[in-house]
T-cell receptor, first 117, second 115 residues
Framework: EAQVTQNPRYLITVTGKKLTVTCSQNMNHEYMSWYRQDPGLGLRQIYYSMNVEVTDKGDVPEGYKVSRKEKRNFPLILESPSPNQTSLYFC????????????????FGAGSRLTVL | QQPVQSPQAVILREGEDAVINCSSSKALYSVHWYRQKHGEAPVFLMILLKGGEQKGHDKISASFNEKKQQSSLYLTASQLSYSGTYFCGTGKREYSGGGADGLTFGKGTHLIIQP
């Protein structure tokens, strides 16, 4: 089944304790991205990657790091989490190319709910 | 900069129509529409490219007016299954031609359909 898998789905941690949220897709998609969703603010992009070793900042990158060493994986790293990073995080991926081929349609993971105390 | 969606929320009876608007202060090159049901991930509805085209998907259609820098989503004869939060996303760069890279979403419109 074509899917984007995020882990963990739920996490409660404390301020300053480094954590990584993993994201893996099995569709051979070139493009991957991370969003955070907060009440009243919608989906805000954190980082995205057009392909292996190619990453770029989104609209709210502060406090986050990413890497894209393999095409299928795009982990989100919080080096020193703070309470304002408490949020629902979504990873998404899509192929790139012509719209007629079904490209550029984002497939989202199920989400990771993070609480930082 | 996030596109602006209106209304923020709407409550309808089953069978009524709804219009959700998405506008941007910057030039629009593509508009993506997604729906998110409570507790689930967003799901793709459609993409519109600049050119003023209108697309349809069952009883859900959308228009894109690049001169007015806005898009509208039309839900006709709404069904209970249409309930959820609708997001529009705008592409940042002209070259992307509908690409999802750098997609900026609005804050969402909550749609509640009552029996």
């Amino acid at each position: 089944e074509a899917q984007v898998t995020q882990n963990p789905r739920y996490l409660i941690t404390v301020t300053g304790k480094k954590l990584t949220v993993t994201c893996s897709q099995n569709m051979n998609h070139e493009y991957m991205s991370w969003y955070r969703q907060d009440p009243g603010l919608g989906l805000r992009q954190i980082y995205y990657s057009m392909n292996v070793e190619v990453t770029d900042k989104g609209d709210v990158p502060e406090g986050y790091k990413v890497s894209r060493k393999e095409k299928r994986n795009f982990p989100l790293i919080l080096e020193s989490p703070s309470p304002n990073q408490t949020s629902l995080y979504f990873c998404a991926s899509s192929s790139t190319g012509a719209l007629s081929s079904g490209a550029n349609v984002l497939t989202f993971g199920a989400g990771s709910r993070l609480t930082v105390l | 900069q996030q596109p602006v969606q209106s209304p923020q929320a709407v409550i309808l009876r089953e069978g009524e129509d709804a219009v959700i608007n998405c506008s941007s202060s910057k030039a629009l090159y593509s508009v993506h529409w997604y729906r998110q049901k409570h507790g689930e991930a967003p799901v793709f509805l459609m993409i519109l490219l600049k050119g003023g085209e209108q697309k349809g998907h069952d009883k859900i259609s959308a228009s894109f007016n690049e001169k007015k820098q806005q898009s509208s989503l039309y839900l006709t004869a709404s069904q209970l299954s249409y309930s959820g939060t609708y997001f529009c996303g705008t592409g940042k760069r002209e070259y992307s031609g509908g690409g999802a890279d750098g997609l900026t979403f609005g804050k969402g419109t909550h749609l509640i359909i009552q029996p």
